[in-house]
T-cell receptor, first 112, second 114 residues
Framework: GQQLNQSPQSMFIQEGEDVSMNCTSS?????WLWYKQDPGEGPVLLIA?????ELTSNGRLTAQFGITRKDSFLNISASIPSDVGIYFC????????????FGKGTRLHILP | NAGVTQTPKFQVLKTGQSMTLQCAQD?????MSWYRQDPGMGLRLIHY???????DQGEVPNGYNVSRSTTEDFPLRLLSAAPSQTSVYFC?????????????FGEGSRLTVL
């Protein structure tokens, strides 16, 4: 079935560093969603992308919908301790907008 | 500001036992869904519903039943629990399609099957 592949699986960075992560698929997606999960909580939507090439920002977060429609990128600038968590990409499986599937996540750790 | 409420938060079952995970939302959302989260596996869709009386299967539906008799509630039933169903379960809802609308998640229910 359709899968979303996220990399890296985990990252260890220093506070203040910029972060880049990506999400790829072997098939085309028409929407890319980025969610963040804080420890012990459910995921929360960060950014939604609906158009190939689209670049959208939410504060220090910037996400892009890849031109090929098979990938998306999330960047975090000047990381802070509250950025710790798991970042998931998600999208509608087989263009079914009622069937949202998630990648396996990128776990972000910030070193003191 | 209840949002999506899941009960119980923690449950331990023996193999073969049955139980129901409850999910309720007070936002008048039409769309509701259940995911399971396992280490290294991300979130996998179990079942979802686009409105009262309508349910459909997700990626990993086997071993789980759902029904949607009201807009507010979407219970997940395990008829005969297996150790492979040990996981953290999340219920999520959206006003309309989650493709255009935000999915709101509950805090999760941690299930252990011995």
């Amino acid at each position: 079935g359709q899968q979303l592949n996220q990399s890296p699986q985990s990252m260890f960075i220093q506070e203040g560093e910029d972060v880049s992560m990506n999400c790829t698929s072997s098939s085309i997606f028409n929407t890319w969603l980025w969610y963040k999960q804080d420890p012990g909580e459910g995921p929360v939507l960060l950014i939604a992308l609906y158009k190939a090439g689209e670049l959208t920002s939410n504060g220090r977060l910037t996400a892009q919908f890849g031109i090929t429609r098979k990938d998306s990128f999330l960047n975090i600038s000047a990381s802070i301790p509250s950025d710790v968590g798991i970042y998931f990409c998600a999208g509608p499986a087989y263009f079914r907008d009622d069937k949202i599937i998630f990648g396996k996540g990128t776990r972000l750790h910030i070193l003191p | 500001n209840a949002g999506v409420t899941q009960t119980p938060k923690f449950q331990v079952l023996k193999t073969g036992q049955s139980m129901t995970l409850q999910c309720a939302q007070d936002m008048n959302h039409e769309y509701m869904s259940w995911y399971r989260q396992d280490p290294g596996m991300g979130l996998r869709l179990i079942h979802y519903s686009v409105g009262a009386g309508i349910t459909d299967q997700g990626e990993v539906p086997n071993g789980y039943n759902v029904s949607r008799s009201t807009t507010e509630d979407f219970p997940l039933r395990l008829l005969s629990a297996a150790p492979s169903q040990t996981s953290v379960y999340f219920c999520a809802s959206s006003y309309n399609s989650p493709y255009t609308g935000e999915l709101f998640f509950g805090e999760g229910s941690r299930l252990t099957v011995l």
